[in-house]
């Protein structure tokens, strides 16, 4: 997606041997092996610090509940595939954290200090998309149950009911995706009425959203495209495959083809994020068209 990042520079180079040279080279592409010493390097014993500093954490940053969670549900990913034992101790790590978070009416605060205090942060920006996260990446972890120990389990499932008794108060866009998607991990394994009726509940509001933008020319929930975009028909597909109302189905489908067709353009891939948005009827933003927006 960066020109400069290194896989890319070394196609550029390539496709300069090719006019120099007058000579097809041809290109072999490897998936390098799975690195997990950024990551680790990234967290403390209390959670995974927000940014760097090129490989160094950038302590000043703090933490969030969103990269826990993010943190969260890639190591649970690993773990679940190469079953390695040192996986858990930062699934533990990601957990409390998200834990230490959860306040008692039900919300969790996003922002903390490298000294473990919640920031002024808290107040001025709009929680909702850390909620979903740590909806989702509760749901995910809940669903490996039968390979994550009985404590850990035990502990995410008092965290998970408590929080989603107020996912119907969510009415952003991606939190409601966020949500819906922890809610059908969960219900892979234990399908109760109650997450079935919350995922229904949120799925109709993205319904309704739908409709109200999609004309002939744009088919999705917003009048705009910007991160995350990907979320929504997915979450879409996954109500459809717990609830099976065909609705759900027929606007995941149409609205991903639709996001596709955006995505794809002249043989490239053109990201959009929250550095380039793009609006309904409108040109795409500098940002996006320059093709150096990072999908967030």
């Not at 409390?96 to 001025?124: H, K, P, W």
């Not at 740590?134 to 965290?159: M, N, T």
């Not at 408590?162 to 949500?179: E, P």
């Not at 793009?278 to 996006?288: G, V």
Request: with cysteine; proline share 2%.
């Amino acid at each position: 997606m960066a020109p400069t990042a290194w896989e890319n520079s070394a196609i550029a180079h390539v496709q300069q041997f090719r006019k120099i040279l007058d000579f097809n080279v041809k290109l072999q592409y490897k998936i390098p092996e799975i690195n997990l010493n950024h990551v680790k390097k990234m967290t403390t014993n209390f959670g995974i610090i927000q940014f760097s500093v090129i490989n160094h954490p950038d302590k000043d940053s703090g933490y969030t509940v969103d990269d826990n969670a993010r943190a969260l549900i890639a190591m649970c990913l690993h773990y679940k595939i190469f079953r390695t034992a040192s996986d858990l101790k930062y699934i533990t790590i990601y957990f409390d954290f998200i834990s230490y978070s959860f306040q008692e009416e039900g919300c969790f605060l996003n922002y903390i200090n490298f000294q473990r205090e919640f920031t002024a942060q808290n107040s001025d920006c709009n929680l909702e998309d850390s909620f979903g996260r740590a909806i989702w990446a509760l749901g995910y972890l809940l669903s490996l149950h039968d390979i994550i120990p009985e404590d850990l389990i035990r502990k995410a499932q008092v965290v998970f009911n408590k929080a989603v008794l107020r996912a119907s108060d969510i009415h952003s866009t991606r939190s409601m995706a966020f949500i819906i998607k922890g809610l059908y991990y969960v219900g892979l394994k234990n399908n109760s009425l109650q997450n079935r009726l919350v995922i229904e509940e949120l799925a109709d509001r993205l319904v309704q959203m739908y409709r109200h933008e999609t004309d002939d020319t744009w088919q999705w929930y917003e009048s705009y495209l910007t991160y995350a975009n990907s979320v929504i028909p997915e979450a879409m597909l996954l109500a459809w495959l717990t609830i099976r109302k065909s609705v759900y189905r027929s606007i995941a489908a149409s609205s991903f083809d639709f996001l596709i067709s955006k995505i794809f353009s002249q043989g490239a891939i053109k990201v959009i994020s929250n550095k380039g948005w793009m609006h309904n009827n409108k040109e795409i933003d500098a940002a996006h068209k320059s093709g150096n927006s990072l999908l967030m």
